[in-house]
C-alpha cells in the first residue's frame, strides 16, 4: 500500500513536468517528492521521493511509470498506443489491523491500452481506456478528464476534473474479500462491482531558466460506493500530492 497512489502520480505527472516540453525529442530528468493518504485499513499515510523521467519525440514518448506510441500527433490530437505499471496494490505486512494481516497479497501490474489527447484553446481532453495484461485481475480501467492551462509569465497552472472507471474484476481483486479471506480475517465475504471515481486535480510549474523548472501536483478523488463499501477501505476519498525539479536536456 506505500506504492498505492503512484498509479495516479503516474498519470499527473505528465501533465505538469511535461509542461516545459513542448518540443520534439526532448528529454528531462527529475527528482521530487509524493505523500499520499492511505485508504486501505490500518495502512498509514506515506511519504516518499519521486525520481522523474521524461521523454517526448514526435512517435514515442515516456512519461512516469509508462509511455507509448503515437499512432496520430499532429499537435492538436495525439492517439497512442499505450503501456504503463500500474503499483496498485496491498501488502497485508504494511497494515497494523490483524486483520488485514490475513488478507492475500494485491499486486501491480502492466497495464497497456489506447490513450487520446486533444488540445484546443479551450482546453485539453484527456482519456486513457487500458487492460491488466499479466491477469492478475483480467480489469479494465478508464480515465477521462478535461484540464485548462492558464500561463502567468513563468508560471503555469492547470486545473482539471476527471472521472476514473474500474471495472468489477478490477475492484474485485483490488477491494474484494473473497470466502477464504473472510473466513481466515473475519471480514464479511464482498463483491463489488464496477465503479466510477471523481477527482479533481491541479498541476503547476515554474520555469526557473532555459533547462530547470519546478512543478507541484495535486489531486482529490472521491472513491466510488464500490470501493469505499469495501470493509477492507476505511476512507471515503484518497488525497495525492507531489512536487519537485526537472532538468531538461
Known sequence: MKKFQLCMLAALLPGAVALSSAHAA???????????????????NDVYPLPVLNYESENFYFRGLGGGYYLWNDGANRLSLTAYYLPLGFKPGDSDDLRMKQLDKRRGTLMAGAAYRHIADWGEIRTVLAGDTLDYSNGFAWDTAYLYRFSLGEVSITPGIGVTWFSENMNQYYYGVSAKESSRSGFSQYSPGDGWAPYLELSAGYQINQSWSAWAVGRYTRLSDEVKDSPIVDSNHSILMSAGVSYRF
Open 26 to 44: 526532448d528529454v528531462s530528468l527529475g527528482l521530487g517528492a509524493a505523500g499520499s493518504t492511505s485508504v486501505y485499513r490500518g495502512v498509514d
